[in-house]
T-cell receptor, first 114, second 114 residues
Framework: ELKVEQNPLFLSMQEGKNYTIYCNYS?????LYWYRQDPGKSLESLFVLLSNGAVKQEGRLMASLDTKARLSTLHITAAVHDLSATYFCAVDIHYGGSQGNLIFGKGTKLSVKP | EAGVVQSPRYKIIEKKQPVAFWCNPISGHNTLYWYLQNLGQGPELLIR????????DSQLPKDRFSAERLKGVDSTLKIQPAELGDSAVYLC????????????FGQGTRLTVV
């Protein structure tokens, strides 16, 4: 059974600090996604990582993928309050073609405090 | 451009009653997904359509859940009869049919069964 594990599940940060969220998965996959979800809202796509060694950055967030270690990281630089949300990683177990069955982690609830 | 539209946003029903959710995907997206999100968890795939065809419904509890996408555009997810444990958020998503595409999610329907 494929497992996608995120840690930590809860993260309270101070503004200006750096931190990393980890996403481990238990089966081979070459596609990994990061989503953001605000309370009561839908999921917003942040990053799509498609190959080993892929690194993508958007503002204060940077995501990377190591397919050999089956590990993805989401690094937060100089956190600000607006980043407070729940972050999900998701692994696609459908190979080739369009996006198939995404297996999501439980999410990391991030709270950034002044 | 309009995103994925779902209705209703909220629904409260008594157990054993039927309920239906509607989804209008992004124009031109031929792949449509229904996900279930329990409180504090990541979404789980229920069914995936490519045009009118359900290509992955292995996680759909077929004794009480059904879905259709008759013209390959809008989709309806139905539960009959609803149980208390069906209380959750039902998310619809859509994507282009192509390699390395990503799904875009609607705001979801929050179902409460009492």
């Amino acid at each position: 059974e494929l497992k996608v594990e995120q840690n930590p599940l809860f993260l309270s940060m101070q503004e200006g600090k750096n931190y990393t969220i980890y996403c481990n998965y238990s089966t081979t996959s070459d596609r990994l996604y990061w989503y953001r979800q605000d309370p009561g809202k839908s999921l917003e796509s942040l990053f799509v990582l498609l190959s080993n060694g892929a690194v993508k950055q958007e503002g204060r967030l940077m995501a990377s993928l190591d397919t050999k270690a089956r590990l993805s990281t989401l690094h937060i630089t100089a956190a600000v309050h607006d980043l407070s949300a729940t972050y999900f990683c998701a692994v696609d177990i459908h190979y080739g073609g369009s996006q198939g069955n995404l297996i999501f982690g439980k999410g990391t609830k991030l709270s950034v405090k002044p | 451009e309009a995103g994925v539209v779902q209705s209703p946003r909220y629904k409260i029903i008594e157990k054993k009653q039927p309920v239906a959710f509607w989804c209008n995907p992004i124009s031109g997206h031929n792949t449509l997904y229904w996900y279930l999100q329990n409180l504090g968890q990541g979404p789980e795939l229920l069914i995936r359509y490519e045009n009118e065809e359900a290509v992955d419904d292995s996680q759909l509890p077929k004794d009480r859940f059904s879905a259709e996408r008759l013209k390959g555009v809008d989709s309806t997810l139905k539960i009959q009869p609803a149980e208390l444990g069906d209380s959750a958020v039902y998310l619809c998503a859509s994507s282009f049919d192509g390699p390395n595409t990503e799904a875009f999610f609607g705001q979801g329907t929050r179902l409460t069964v009492v």
